[in-house]
């Protein structure tokens, strides 16, 4: 069982990383307004999240170009950061998680706003 200021720590980054997951998907979703069919995308992500967000293997064990290329992606603010504080191994401090967390929200939100907008006045154009 895991300390409880883990699960003190965790909880509330689980559920912004859930939540960030969530208008990740959101976003592929919208890109059927352009590709049709957004299975292929969706696999593709998932697959990149198992990879680079720590779930078939943990980030430490990768080479180095896989670990520098995971640092530029979501991923392992997502899934790999958040659940170091229960493993003990605290991949990145509270407040820098915090922080990327933050960032990727905000590209996310940004993204996600813009394809919206876009989606809707193809709609618009298109007779509604």
Do not use: E, H
């Not at 509330?12 to 960030?20: D, E, H, K």
């Not at 990879?51 to 293997?57: E, Q, R, T, W």
Request: net charge positive; proline share 8%.
């Amino acid at each position: 069982m895991p300390p409880l200021t883990a699960l003190l720590i965790v909880v509330p980054f689980g559920f912004v990383a859930s939540t960030l997951i969530m208008a990740l998907c959101l976003g592929i979703g919208l890109l059927a307004f352009w590709l049709q069919d957004v299975a292929p995308v969706y696999w593709v992500w998932q697959k990149l999240m198992f990879v680079l967000g720590g779930l078939m293997l943990p980030l430490a064990l990768y080479p180095a170009f896989i670990q520098q290329a995971a640092a530029f992606t979501p991923f392992p603010s997502l899934l790999a950061a958040p659940a170091s504080f229960v493993l003990g191994t605290s991949l990145a401090t509270p407040g820098a998680l915090i922080r990327s967390l933050i960032l990727w929200s905000g590209v996310t939100a940004f993204a996600v706003g813009w394809m919206f907008r876009r989606a809707i006045a193809r709609v618009t154009i298109n007779g509604g």
